[in-house]
């Protein structure tokens, strides 16, 4: 078939794929007999399924290459120093080493070469073989979210495959690295006390103590004989344990994906577990290995910092239930399991979608019972290099079109002027930006529910106080006075029984019961997030009480039954996203307006021919609010919404001590009160991050649920 009808066929694929029910493997049983619902339709599943072994396969590759240059640069420096050598004797075997290190370092050099190339070539391309909505959506390989993940440790964004490449590679080799340090405890003594270049490539290695002399004894051979076994034993190990996760996930991916019926899905699913199995069998020999060829040594051979230096690794031991770690039998335990957890966050780094495959079947990756992150790894890994992506092919860009006439500003055109606070498309006010585009607040000079007054200032004593509210006399008691009295929740006077915020009882008109009036809550009814992520990153100047931030981010996905009445359609009538601290200050309150993409003013909806999936994009010098990229994905089966508003180079500005914080995000502007918004809470401000919460951090602000 030719190339292009091919990439026709696989467009159809993602219009589908997209449009279809959310969720990996939503609706399957969780028994290997049943037969798991294909999200995915059947239409050309052959490219899907080459680049997700492609991830897998050379995800495998490149790490194994990794650890085994790293290894044997180690073994052949420790070589040097078990047992003592004469000075003359020593300094050539150290030269040696280094030479041979080089040479492991070209190795490694030209095996991420070779991933990248292989990645690229069975998911990139120019059209892309896979296109990358496929690469992300949560349906198929499910990229979408590692966003989080791959943004704290390496500051990468994952809205190229270039950005993905260099994820999955620095994030295996962390993995890799940090397994390596508690099968090889004085690694990073090995490597930096004899200055061995190893070219920027170990990124995560253990820092060094300090300590590079070895044995005076005769033990030296012993403990270098001891230490090899156990390098040969872990890499062997991490190469099962990363095999067996990515032959499952190519088996059950393609029985998805291909609508295989259930007595095949069920024999996959059983091939797994019996892979799983003799993972078990595995570790066992690991043990038995590391016993027998460590048993003979002292403690001060195989736990002291001049022998292996097994004592350096008791913190992480105890992480992976391994305490004390002080015999062969249990350093042998500890060991089985680093790799075997560094197995499983590579394979879940290359295919997020793994736990998704694994889990209607009632499986899960081995090992993850005693699976814990190493001390430190939550936080700032050792990192020697900068990530950087590779750089993506350079292709020729798409001329504009010649700028039309200029539009003469005026308050309510949707465009923001410098002499405008806000301008939302209406000179409607109360709704958060007033009728002549000042923010909704006391003081700007427009009447609105709950103020008995605005003169425009915040002075009191001039009959309109700094609240908004009447100085001198009161009106007589009673309702419609524009006072609240007793009894009252409000009182608009005139107003009442008809602004939809007051009634003519003075009391609130409150449907959702969230003490805001629905004339004014923005999300009125709205539905509550099934999970969703709201960061502030890239901070102007020093850490402040009142940070601003240059980047925010906002993505996730709500809960079922969203309301699909009146239907759904962003890219005509836009949306509003809301950002608002607990004390209800505004951080952001900006509109998108409906329309398609413009090439004159350089944003818009993009026109799309997947069904129940909208994406906008701001590529003008100047976007509104600095938010460049909207994307909204309706499941019109389950009803979810999945949604992400990306900003940048904005001026977004968070009191760090007014967290936690609320996003908000109407798809019936202004206020929702069909019920078409998401709320997403984060009720907690512990300074964890165990979701709900917020984190405050020196360089960001991220709230997770």
């Known amino acids: 078939m030719p190339r292009s009808r091919r990439l026709l066929r696989l467009a159809a694929l993602t219009t589908l794929v997209l449009s279809s029910a959310g969720g990996i493997g939503l609706a399957r049983a969780a028994t290997p007999s049943a037969t798991p619902t294909a999200i995915l339709p059947l239409v050309l599943p052959r490219l899907v399924l080459a680049c997700t072994h492609a991830l897998g396969k050379a995800t495998s590759t490149l790490s194994l290459a990794d650890l085994n240059a790293l290894q044997n640069c180690g073994l052949a420096v420790f070589k040097c120093v078990q047992p003592p050598l004469p000075a003359a004797k020593r300094s050539a075997c150290l030269t040696g080493a280094r030479a041979s290190c080089a040479a492991k370092m070209d190795m490694i050099a030209r095996a991420r070469s070779r991933f990248h190339k292989v990645v690229s070539s069975a998911c990139g391309g120019e059209p892309a073989r896979v296109p990358l909505p496929l690469i992300r959506s949560t349906v198929v390989l499910g990229f979408e979210t590692l966003d989080q993940v791959c943004g704290d440790q390496f500051g ?16 295996g080799a962390c993995s890799t690295e940090q397994a390596l340090g508690v099968g090889m405890p004085r690694i990073g003594d090995l490597l930096a006390a ?19 002399e070895g044995l005076d004894n ?12 156990v390098s040969a034993g872990g890499r062997r190990l991490l190469k099962q344990q990363i095999t067996a996760g990515r032959q499952c996930v190519d088996g059950l991916f393609k029985c998805r994906l291909t609508r295989r019926d259930s007595a095949r899905c069920g024999k996959v699913a059983g091939r797994c577990s019996a892979r799983f199995a003799r993972l078990t069998t595995a570790r066992d020999k690991l043990g038995a290995l590391v016993q027998r060829a460590c048993r003979g040594l002292t403690p001060e051979a195989l736990r002291g ?26 350093i042998a335990t500890c060991i089985a399991r680093a790799y075997t957890c560094a197995g499983n966050a590579i394979v879940r780094r290359a295919l997020p979608l793994v736990d998704g495959e694994l889990e209607p079947f009632g499986l899960a990756l081995d090992g993850d019972a005693f699976c814990a992150p190493p001390a430190g790894a939550t936080t700032t890994p050792i990192i020697v290099r900068t990530p950087t992506p590779p750089a993506p092919t350079p292709t020729t860009p798409t001329p504009r079109s010649t700028p039309g006439p200029v539009t003469t500003p005026f308050c309510g055109n949707h465009l923001l002027t410098l002499d405008e606070e806000c301008d939302d498309g209406n000179t409607v006010s109360g709704d958060g930006c007033d009728a002549n585009c000042t923010v909704t607040q006391c003081g700007n000079g427009i009447l609105t529910p709950f103020e008995e007054c605005d003169d425009g200032n915040k002075v009191d004593g001039d009959g309109c106080s700094s609240g908004c509210l009447l100085e001198g006399p009161r009106p007589t008691a009673g309702c419609g006075n524009h006072v609240i009295d ?19 009882q003075c009391q609130l008109v409150d449907s959702d019961g969230d003490g805001l009036c629905d004339a004014l809550d923005p999300c009125t009814l709205g539905v509550q997030v099934a999970s969703a992520t709201l960061s502030f990153t890239d901070p102007r100047g020093p850490t402040s009480p009142t940070q601003s931030f240059r980047r925010i981010k906002f993505f996730g996905e709500s809960e079922p039954h969203f309301p699909i009445l009146p239907p759904i359609d962003p890219s005509a009538n836009g949306l509003r996203f809301l950002v608002n601290d607990f004390l209800g200050t505004t951080v952001l309150d900006m509109q998108i307006g409906g329309g398609l993409y413009d090439s004159t003013s350089h944003r818009g909806w993009l026109p799309s021919d997947i069904e129940n999936y909208w994406v906008f994009v701001d590529d003008s010098t100047t976007p509104r609010a600095g938010i460049f990229r909207a994307r909204i994905q309706l499941n019109p089966f389950t009803k979810h919404v999945q949604f992400l508003v990306d900003g940048k180079n904005g001026f977004y500005d968070v009191t ?42 020196l360089l960001a602000i991220r709230c997770k649920m």
């Open 156 to 171: 990468l964004d994952l809205d190229s495959l270039a950005g993905i490449e260099a994820c999955v590679e620095f994030g």
């Open 194 to 212: 004899e200055a061995v270049d190893t070219m920027g490539f170990a990124i995560c290695i253990p820092p060094s103590p300090g300590n590079s």
């Open 218 to 229: 005769a033990e030296g051979a012993a403990a270098v004989r001891c230490q090899k076994s």
């Open 305 to 330: 910092p001049l022998g292996i230096g097994f004592d350096q690794i008791a913190a992480r031991c105890a992480s992976l239930q391994v305490t004390p770690a002080t015999d062969a039998g249990a």
């Open 486 to 504: 007793p009894g009252e929740q409000c009182d608009d006077g005139s107003g009442n029984g008809t602004d939809s915020c007051c009634t003519a």
């Open 656 to 697: 760090r001590a007014n967290l936690p914080l609320v996003g908000t995000l109407v798809l019936d502007p202004m206020t929702a009160d069909t019920g078409q918004c998401v709320e997403a809470k984060f009720p907690d401000n512990s300074g964890t991050y165990l979701p709900p919460s917020c984190t405050n951090a």
